[in-house]
């Protein structure tokens, strides 16, 4: 013996359209909980930084748009910086030339520096440029987890709530 058991047409509606708007949820839900990492990103790095600083990374700080195409099955966005960091005459590809060796003739190779690369020394320091560690990324990420995970839940919750009604 078998029962069948269908969903009513309202419920089934709300459902559908709910999955039509699925990317559009996750993507507010994920965001909203990314910008109160980047506040506490931002203000940790006016923090660190020093007062002849170019001002071009913390210009360069955001949230990136929703990410699908990661290998994964879950989407994410990210704190980070954009890209190309220019110098003062808006140059971003900049030259290093190397000391002739024995009996090799001088060489010259050209590299970008990015935003990223300034950061990362920023945070973990650099022998090579004589600079101490000044945390500043991994700090607000701790700080403000408990905190993003909060805010991604009710957000999704909110934004699933619009597509999901119950008639009461």
Known sequence: ????????????NQLDTFDKHTDEII???????????????RKNLKA????????QLESALGVSPMDISNGTLAPNVRVGFAEPRQDKNGKT???????AKKGKPPRTSEYQLTNAMVAN??????KKHNQSPKPFMKPAADATKAASKDEIKRVFDEEANKYLKTKG
């Open 93 to 99: 590809t900049y030259t290093h030339k190397f000391k």
């Open 1 to 12: 013996m078998s029962t069948t058991v269908k969903l009513p047409d309202d419920l089934m």
């Open 121 to 126: 020394i920023l945070e973990y320091g650099s």
């Open 27 to 41: 993507e507010k839900a994920l965001t909203a909980g990314a910008k109160i990492a980047e506040a506490q990103v």
């Open 48 to 55: 660190v930084l020093s007062g002849d600083s170019s001002g």
